[in-house]
């Protein structure tokens, strides 16, 4: 059985993008079959990951128009996991999809026909609740919302747990909501704590542990075209393999998630 996790934020710069990747590749070193999925036009995992959007012939562009298979697009990375490439194209499917029965869908029926190759799929969602958002959490098991450790970081989360709650209703009544995970995270400071237990508390959603630490090497990474599970041993990469752990036990063993504490 595959298992699909959407990540969503309607937020831009929270790090969805960034634990696609390396939540990707942490899976991929503990030897998870892996395929992560760009659905943001804007291309930016498939550059993280050595690929150029603007060089690409086809991508999911052209799976969620009907015109390619899925398997035809996915395209193999450096990091020992496989990628479905977006190129700015994607902007204009979003207007295809709107005129179509079932457009929530469609990116659930191209993954069905993957035949279980996968053990898990990552999709990146854009920063919108548009109907690209709607197909990743239509096609997912579950959904993680990268939370950037500011102020203000709750402000939208209300509207995006009402969609999840929407979707639930109606097109994914199996879809689990994991919890937030904490990004950006500066362990020297009280702020980044303070603001993850007023979000917790606000919204009643699980915060998940281990926070992922703010660290440059992140930007040095994507500008490289690889993960920072690539690199030499760093906190951020540390982070995301305890996080694939935890994932791994929990969706084998049934173990409960591991939340955040505010002593982290
Ligand atoms: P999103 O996909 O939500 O828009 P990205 O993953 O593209 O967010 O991240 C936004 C920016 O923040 C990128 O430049 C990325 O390199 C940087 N970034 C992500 N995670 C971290 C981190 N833990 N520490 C420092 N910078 C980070
Ligand atoms: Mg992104």
Redesign the pocket.
Known sequence: MTTVLAVA?Q?????????VASLGAALAGLGRKVLVVDL?PQG?LTFSLGHNPDRLETSVHDVLTGQLPLRDVVLDTDEGFALVPATIDLAGAEAVLLMRPGREFTLKRALATLDDDYDVVLV?CP?SLGVLTLNGLTAANAVLV?LQCETLAHRGVGQLLRTVTEVQQITNPDLTLLGALP???DARTTHSRDVLSDVADRYDLPVLAPP?????R??EA?ASGATVLAGRGNK?AQAYRELAGNLVAHWDDGADLRTFTAAE
């Open positions: 934020n937020k831009g710069g929270v790090a969805k993008t960034t634990t943001d930016c990146d920063p990268p990004t950006l995270y992922i630490p703010r660290t440059v992140f930007a994507s951020g």
